[in-house]
């Protein structure tokens, strides 16, 4: 198997400008997290999925930040305007079943730089 | 709100020597702990995944361990090499407050020296 595959793995865009972010999780993998991971803050969860799902999106930071999970092998995490603070390094991350007992296994990331 | 920490911030150690890293979290009510590694500019790779059940989990020349009682966990590395050198992250899947978030400490620094 690939593994997780995020697109791009840079991007750098002015303040104001829309970024979609894109993952594929493993084959057969019913769960899709979304990190992000900072200097000041560590890795923080920001959105999971289940069976193409939202459950938990509590973690999003704002309105500006949305995402989608049209089918079982792609997701999109948009945000639109974006700021400075957003400068970030995210992560999709994919597991399968519940009950917190199988492995989180990630993406290589996009970093992201607003200027 | 589970919070997790990792001591120390940063290590380096001359390549050959056997080395712990800490790991601690506040709310022993976890499905699993995980230790990651991740190198400068890349994702997480998992290396070891230890549920509430297990005491330890092996793989080379890691071994994990998991206290949930007084929640601890530690990964010792033995035989150290240049090619270990890398941020180690721990991470526990709470019972509570969301059964498959994971909460991750901020990181080990390792490095080796040759």
């Known amino acids: 198997d690939a593994g997780v595959i995020q697109s791009p793995r840079h991007e750098v865009t002015e303040m104001g400008q829309e970024v979609t972010l894109r993952c594929k999780p493993i084959s057969g993998h019913d769960y899709l997290f979304w990190y992000r991971q900072t200097m000041m803050r560590g890795l923080e969860l920001l959105i999971y999925?289940?069976?193409?799902?939202?459950?938990?999106d509590s973690g999003m930071p704002e309105d500006r930040f949305s995402a989608k999970m049209p089918n079982a092998s792609f997701s999109t995490l948009k945000i639109q305007p974006s700021e400075p603070r957003d400068s970030a390094v995210y992560f999709c991350a994919s597991s399968r079943t519940s009950g917190g007992r199988d492995e989180q296994y990630f993406g290589p990331g996009t970093r992201l730089t607003v200027t | 709100k589970q919070e997790v920490t990792q001591i120390p911030a940063a290590l380096s150690v001359p390549e050959g020597e056997n080395l712990v890293l800490n790991c601690s979290f506040t709310?022993?009510?976890?499905?699993?702990l995980q230790w990651f590694r991740q190198d400068p500019g890349k994702g997480l790779t998992s290396l070891l995944l230890?549920?509430?059940?297990?005491r330890e989990q092996t793989s080379g020349r890691l071994n994990a361990s998991l206290d949930k009682s007084s929640g601890r966990s530690t990964l010792y590395i033995a035989a150290s090499q240049p090619g270990d050198s890398a941020t180690y992250l721990c991470a526990v899947r709470p019972v509570n407050d969301g059964a498959n978030n994971l909460f991750f400490g901020t990181g080990t620094r390792l490095t080796v020296i040759p």
């Open positions: 230890i549920q509430s059940s297990q």
């Open positions: 999925f289940n069976n193409n799902v939202p459950i938990d």
């Open positions: 709310d022993s009510a976890i499905y699993n």
